[in-house]
């Protein structure tokens, strides 16, 4: 690994399931989010995943709440690569595709497979929740030939090994085009363990690695993060950090920021011998076209109907 060898440091800024009383620095408002992009983009961030949320905090599936974010996000950096969660248990598939339809990120989640999802708490010897998380080839399906009708290059969210070989079909069928995007999700309970051998295992098996122009990185849940972290920058992947996954330094400090988590990602970066990608770097690494070649996402935004004809003129 070298400088050449830049690495796509992604930030989730907030997620869906915890909120202020666990870390004060989570996001609710637009306003909130801006300025935590701000600090992402600052510390070597090039893209942002995006969990909407009302003002009060509470996990929001609305195109509006996601547009209100969105647009504070891009007047506070300009440019930064867009992505959306689509995961959601008990949120009907139309749901979560209308604010796809509506605004048009750059990237957007799919996750790979339907698994046990859950979080345990030795100490209390009990699950502290536990469900079934659906994602079946035809929800998959769906969402891909959404993605691909939309212009959205997917994410594909793999929580174990045999996750990343659901790609083979898809591939089979023209679903989807290189570069792939892969991200080997550890750390869930539920999916596979938490390991640098594990990770090495996922990463292996993604298709076209290490022959064709396809990237993988890795979403490490929990304080095992940054082992995780280490490991993907050795082997030459991507990295995602950010208040959704963890909330922890490596000194055990609690983060104050989603930029303190970013810093940290990019100084990692940095002492192996890589750097950070700029988001222009990272927009041709996955496959998606240069800011000034699309519509202008903010006039996507505030005027969708007027953007999305004059895209069709071009």
């Not at 996001?27 to 942002?48: F, K, N, Q, S």
């Not at 599936?61 to 209100?68: H, L, M, S």
């Not at 959601?88 to 990120?105: F, H, S, T």
């Not at 309970?189 to 990237?215: C, F, H, K, W, Y």
Request: one cysteine or more; a negative charge.
């Amino acid at each position: 690994m070298s400088f050449a060898d830049p690495v796509i440091i992604t930030c989730s800024i907030s997620g869906a399931i915890a909120n202020r009383d666990q870390c004060p620095a989570i996001p609710y408002t637009p306003e909130e989010y801006a300025a935590e992009a701000r600090r992402i983009v600052d510390e070597g961030g090039a893209m942002i995943h995006i969990h909407a949320r009302t003002r009060e905090g509470v996990p929001s599936y609305e195109v509006e709440d996601f547009r209100a974010i969105t647009e504070a996000i891009l007047a506070e950096v300009d440019d930064v690569i867009v992505n959306y969660s689509t995961g959601a248990i008990g949120v009907p598939i139309e749901k979560r595709l209308e604010y796809l339809r509506a605004l048009r990120p750059d990237v957007a989640a799919l996750n790979m497979s339907s698994m046990n999802y859950a979080k345990y708490s030795r100490r209390r010897k009990e699950f502290v929740f536990k469900t079934v998380f659906e994602n079946s080839f035809d929800t998959i399906i769906e969402f891909c030939e959404a993605m691909n009708e939309l212009g959205i290059r997917p994410e594909h969210e793999c929580f174990d090994a045999g996750h990343v070989a659901n790609l083979d079909p898809l591939i089979d069928m023209g679903l989807l085009s290189e570069p792939l995007q892969v991200q080997c999700v550890m750390g869930v309970t539920g999916g596979i363990r938490p390991s640098a051998r594990n990770l090495t295992v996922m990463a292996d098996q993604v298709p076209g690695v290490p022959e064709g122009p396809s990237n993988w990185g890795v979403i490490g849940v929990s304080r095992d993060q940054w082992m995780l972290v280490a490991a993907a920058l050795t082997l030459g992947g991507n990295v995602r950090v950010g208040l959704e996954d963890n909330f922890y330094l490596p000194s055990g400090d609690m983060a104050r920021s989603n930029g303190d988590l970013v810093a940290k990602a990019r100084q990692m970066a940095e002492d192996v011998g890589r750097r950070p990608a700029t988001v222009t770097e990272a927009r041709a690494l996955l496959g998606l076209p240069p800011r000034g070649d699309e519509v202008s996402r903010r006039d996507l935004l505030t005027h969708p109907v007027e953007a999305a004809e004059a895209e069709g003129a071009e």
